[in-house]
């Protein structure tokens, strides 16, 4: 599993805000397995706490999960921000990628996540992405 901003979100609402910052405290920057089955005597259930662990399981069962660490949080919306603020200064989406070096997909879905924010705008949406199809 990839990293996404919406990657942390996603386990907040799943196994609630106290259970995901102890999981990013203590697992952040590495890869965990889910194991197949919730057991009461596994590691995660003991970090977790019964229902978050019960609920990460019924989620990702027997899954890897790569948990992001504190800086790959902190530089994931940084780049949102870099993009919001280039894409408000009417730079296009092709000129974005070129300038972080990234695909420009990515500079389109990491926009979306701008507008999700509240950084960025529907115009100026639609403006980076050309005919670039979504």
Same mark, same amino acid.
């Given at each position: 599993?990839?990293?996404?901003?919406?990657?942390?979100? $996603?386990?907040?609402?799943?196994?609630?805000?106290?259970?995901?910052?102890?999981? %990013? *405290?203590?697992? /952040?920057? =590495? &890869?965990?397995?889910?194991?197949?089955?919730?057991?009461?005597?596994?590691?995660?259930?003991?970090?977790?706490?019964?229902?978050?662990?019960?609920?990460?399981?019924?989620?990702?069962?027997?899954?890897?999960?790569?948990?992001?660490?504190?800086? $790959?949080?902190?530089?994931?919306?940084?780049?949102?921000?870099?993009?919001?603020? %280039? *894409?408000?200064? /009417?730079? =296009? &989406?092709?000129?974005?990628?070129?300038?972080?070096?990234?695909?420009?997909?990515?500079?389109?879905?990491?926009?979306?996540?701008?507008?999700?924010?509240?950084?960025?705008?529907?115009?100026?949406?639609?403006?980076?992405?050309?005919?670039?199809?979504?």
């Amino acid at each position: 599993m990839h990293y996404t901003t919406g990657f942390i979100e $996603e386990l907040g609402v799943r196994l609630g805000t106290e259970a995901t910052v102890r999981l %990013l *405290a203590l697992h /952040g920057g =590495s &890869a965990i397995r889910v194991p197949p089955q919730a057991t009461l005597d596994h590691p995660l259930c003991r970090v977790l706490g019964e229902i978050p662990f019960d609920r990460l399981v019924d989620t990702w069962p027997d899954h890897v999960i790569e948990i992001p660490s504190a800086d $790959e949080i902190i530089d994931g919306y940084r780049r949102i921000r870099s993009i919001a603020r %280039l *894409a408000r200064a /009417g730079i =296009s &989406a092709v000129e974005i990628a070129r300038m972080l070096a990234i695909k420009q997909r990515q500079v389109i879905n990491l926009a979306h996540e701008a507008l999700t924010l509240k950084l960025l705008d529907a115009a100026h949406l639609d403006a980076i992405k050309g005919d670039h199809p979504t």
